[in-house]
């Protein structure tokens, strides 16, 4: 039903940003959420099928995710001690 953006142009254009201004340091980054690297599309031609609780509960995610509340797994080993977090209370 939707589809997730890589915004690799952002992160590109940032990181083109920091080397203008003599502030870029190389080396490797994660990024996600918080950083806007990555979103959901808008759903343009299928959100009317999503029910208005799911839209909720990703908002709620995503709220969580960007503060830090919920730690998403970047490795097996992140995987294998990944605790849920319920959203739905």
Same mark, same amino acid.
């Given at each position: 039903?939707?589809?997730?953006?890589?915004?690799?142009?952002?992160?590109?254009?940032?990181?083109?940003?920091?080397?203008?201004?003599?502030?870029?340091?190389?080396?490797?980054?994660?990024?996600?959420? &918080?950083?806007? !690297?990555?979103?959901?599309?808008?759903? @343009?031609?299928?959100?009317? /099928?999503?029910?208005?609780?799911?839209?909720? #509960?990703?908002?709620?995610?995503?709220? &969580?995710?960007? !503060?830090?509340?919920?730690?998403?797994? @970047?490795?097996?080993?992140? /995987?294998?001690?990944?605790?849920?977090?319920? #959203?739905?209370?």
């Amino acid at each position: 039903l939707t589809s997730v953006l890589k915004r690799m142009d952002l992160m590109v254009f940032r990181e083109i940003q920091k080397v203008h201004d003599g502030t870029f340091s190389g080396g490797q980054y994660m990024v996600g959420l &918080a950083e806007e !690297a990555t979103c959901l599309t808008d759903m @343009r031609h299928t959100k009317h /099928l999503v029910p208005q609780a799911t839209l909720d #509960l990703i908002e709620r995610a995503k709220e &969580a995710i960007v !503060a830090g509340k919920i730690h998403v797994p @970047r490795t097996l080993e992140d /995987l294998k001690n990944f605790q849920p977090v319920n #959203l739905t209370s």
